[in-house]
């Protein structure tokens, strides 16, 4: 095999393995898509039943409250029913300051259910505000399936018309190439190889020897002392 059929054979290579690696990146991108789309729906479902939880908690609270308001009514109304029957005027003064302390009270319960009524009224638009966040989010996550699915489609396609592109590029390395080719992609991927950049591994950008060099350009397979990856000349630095 020719100096510039070696050299043209790995720059192809090295591009054709970017291209594959960047083919994966775009696939796993989409199910993490749908991840994250997921997740967001979990969270405005939680938001949600936080949202209706709260509703109902407040809407206890002031049922309980309007629940002993009409007990202290009650109470009240038995206390001045009572006042007739007094045979003291001790027995009615006593009456008359329970009847008076049970009515302030009762006042001061009227204000707590006024207020817990308020929180109710505060509280009952978060509800649907939540329903609406749930609606947008799952629309948002059914068109992220939708379009992964689609894109999944074609890169899946891609990927099997660029991989048939690798193994005829590879059928074109020489043995003993191969050989060599093989063992360091199996480790390193498309990260692999580099091109020359000056007198330096393009990957790790530590020097490289004269004779490496040299040997480069005689199409030699000349790894990287420092990383590992197979150099090869890049089209810029091609003989004339």
């Not at 707590?112 to 978060?126: G, Q």
């Not at 498309?190 to 020897?209: E, K, R, V, Y």
Request: with cysteine; proline share 3%; charged share 30%.
């Amino acid at each position: 095999m020719s100096v510039a059929l070696v050299t043209e054979t790995l720059r192809s290579l090295h591009r054709i393995h970017r291209q594959l690696a960047d083919l994966s990146d775009q696939l796993a991108a989409g199910p993490r898509t749908v991840a994250v789309r997921t997740k967001q729906v979990e969270a405005a479902e939680t938001k949600k039943a936080t949202a209706q939880d709260d509703v109902k908690k407040a809407k206890v609270a002031a049922d309980q409250k309007q629940l002993q308001l009409k007990t202290a009514e009650a109470k009240i109304r038995d206390l001045e029913g009572k006042l007739n029957a007094c045979k003291t005027n001790r027995e009615y003064q006593t009456l008359t300051e329970q009847i008076a302390a049970d009515t302030m009270a009762s006042k001061v319960l009227e204000d707590e259910i006024l207020e817990a009524l308020e929180r109710v009224d505060a509280l009952k638009p978060t509800v649907p505000a939540a329903e609406a966040e749930v609606a947008s989010t799952k629309k948002l996550l059914d068109e992220a399936k939708a379009r992964v699915a689609a894109e999944t489609g074609r890169l899946e396609g891609e990927v099997a018309r660029v991989r048939a592109e690798l193994e005829t590029v590879e059928r074109d390395l020489p043995d003993d190439v191969r050989e060599k080719y093989a063992r360091i992609v199996k480790q390193k991927g498309a990260d692999g190889m580099a091109p020359l950049d000056g007198q330096s591994c393009g990957g790790c950008f530590q020097q490289i020897t004269g004779n490496m060099v040299s040997e480069l350009m005689l199409g030699k397979i000349v790894a990287c002392r420092s990383c590992g990856r197979l150099l090869y000349v890049p089209e810029s630095s091609r003989p004339a």
